[in-house]
């Protein structure tokens, strides 16, 4: 069935180094893909999202680009920040109604 | 409202109780979802409506598992005889479109209601 799968955490960065979270997905149908993140405390918010092949989704110096031909949808920040740790969890729509289909989550540190 | 609220944010449960879970999605919001979401594990989906009509609960895990929204706005997750595997964090999730998120559209989640069964 449909399924994503992300590396495992925890991450731990020092602040202003280069972050990446992989993400692949299975490829069936033609799924929008996501990231998601939670920060401590509080509920799942979209970071960014792609809809179609070759699409780069951005959002606070995030990006993710959409990659059909290795089915993947790969986290990447040039600089992080110890505000940006948090769990992040790769998303794509499957089933019937459009429901998430989720990977299992990775938690980031990132220290001063 | 502001946002999607859930309530309530922790409950403990005996063996054998049932509880309720309640949501309140963003105002007009048609699509609303349930997650489960096991310790260290991603959201699982468990149930969809649309308005007042339950199109999926494919992600119902047993028949002691059951949702309502009967006016199309405020939802109930209710687990009857609870059994320790059902602890974890029920997450409500609303969406404007009246297609889930099939096409572009964003979820909006709330904190979630961490049940835990001793």
């Known amino acids: 069935g449909d399924s994503v799968t992300q590396m495992e955490g925890p991450v731990t960065l020092s602040e202003e180094a280069f972050l990446t979270i992989n993400c692949t997905y299975t490829a069936t149908g033609y799924p929008s893909l996501f990231w998601y993140v939670q920060y401590p405390g509080e509920g799942l918010q979209l970071l960014l999202k792609?809809?179609?092949?070759?699409d780069k989704g951005s959002n606070k110096g995030f990006e993710a680009t959409y990659r059909k031909e290795t089915t993947s949808f790969h986290l990447e920040k040039g600089s992080v920040q110890v505000s940006d740790s948090a769990v992040y969890f790769c998303?794509?729509?499957?089933?019937?109604?459009?429901?998430?289909?989720f990977g299992k989550g990775t938690k980031l540190s990132v220290k001063p | 409202g502001a946002g999607v609220s859930q309530s309530p944010r922790y409950k403990v449960a005996k063996r054998g109780q049932d509880v309720a879970l309640r949501c309140d999605p963003i105002s007009g919001h048609v699509s609303l979802f349930w997650y489960q979401q096991a310790l260290g594990q991603g959201p699982e989906f468990l149930t969809y409506?649309?308005?007042?009509?339950?199109?999926?609960k494919s992600g119902l895990p047993s028949d002691r598992f059951f949702a309502e929204r009967p006016e199309g706005s405020v939802s109930t997750l209710k687990i009857q005889r609870t059994q320790q595997e059902d602890s974890a964090v029920y997450l409500c999730?609303?969406?404007?479109?009246?297609?889930?998120?099939?096409?572009?559209?964003?979820?909006?989640f709330g904190e979630g209601s961490r049940l835990t069964v001793l």
């Open positions: 409506f649309q308005n007042e009509a339950q199109l999926d």
């Open positions: 999730a609303s969406s404007k479109r009246s297609t889930g998120v099939v096409d572009t559209g964003e979820l909006f």
């Open positions: 792609a809809t179609k092949a070759d």
């Open positions: 998303a794509r729509t499957g089933g019937s109604q459009g429901n998430l289909i």
